[in-house]
Nanobody
């Protein structure tokens, strides 16, 4: 059983940057593809970014491509999401998730373990 705990959310002005982190425990972190998702009030949870076990393959939603960067440190059992040029529409609860499959995917149903989320609010 893998436990995931997100941190680093907060309030930032439009155009600013923020890095959120997700610490994993209870499993072999390097076995998992890791993803970030987000959910705004009244909307469905949506894919943001994913990274394979080694960090050699990443995948981004079109809405964040070029602004967000996903990375991981297997020695620290942590995955990161660096968010630059933030926009008010990026405001959401950000979740990390772990997928036992080896391939990078945007499919929410593929992910086996979820954190509770960290709030990111971007003011205009």
């Amino acid at each position: 059983q893998v436990q995931l705990v997100e941190s680093g959310g907060g309030l930032v002005q439009a155009g600013g940057s923020l890095r959120v982190s997700c610490a994993a425990s209870g499993g072999i972190f390097s076995w998992y593809t890791m993803g970030w998702f987000r959910q705004a009030p009244g909307k469905e949870r949506e894919f943001v970014a994913a990274i394979n076990w080694s960090g050699s393959s990443t995948y981004y939603a079109d809405s964040v491509k070029g602004r967000f960067t996903i990375s991981r440190d297997n020695a620290k059992n942590t995955v990161y999401l660096q968010m630059n040029s933030l926009r008010p529409e990026d405001t959401a609860l950000y979740y990390c998730a772990a997928d036992r499959a080896s391939s990078v995917t945007y499919l929410l149903a593929s992910y086996d373990y979820w954190g509770r989320g960290t709030q990111v609010t971007v003011s205009s």
